[in-house]
Structures are given as C-alpha cells and as structure tokens.
C-alpha cells in the first residue's frame, strides 16, 4: 500500500489571479493540486473529508474484503 500525505493551506489570490505557495517537495516533484473556494455552505463538508480514516484501517475487515 502506498500512503500519501495531505497537505491543506490557506492562502489568498494575488491580483493577477495567481496563487503562490512553498511546498515541502524536491524540485522536479509531480503533485496534485485541488483548488476550492471556501465558503461558508461547504465548512461541514470540508471539515468531514478532513478527519482521520483510521477507522477504515481495520485488518479483520480488510481481510474479509481482500478474499471477496
């Protein structure tokens, strides 16, 4: 299994629309950006999709799984 981490920053757009940030990656790196808009409708969602997924790492169920 290959675990990736998630970064999250908070930053403001530039005039120009542009949107500059240091990352904690070698030059020549390839990443994936996500871009949303934070809004107040979304807080629920976003702080959702934020929490631990410790619960899905569960090695009776996995193996239950990993045999269906």
Do not use: C, H
Not at 10 to 35: C, M, Q, Y
Request: aromatic content about 14%; proline content about 3%; hydrophobic content about 40%.
């Amino acid at each position: 299994m290959n675990l990736q981490s998630a970064y999250k920053y908070s930053i403001k757009v530039e005039k120009d629309g542009r949107v500059s940030l240091s990352v904690p990656f070698p030059a020549g790196s390839n990443v994936t950006v996500f871009v949303i808009e934070e809004s107040d409708d979304f807080k629920d969602l976003l702080a959702a999709s934020e929490t631990s997924l410790d619960f899905w790492d569960n090695g009776f169920d996995d193996e239950d799984w990993n045999d269906a």
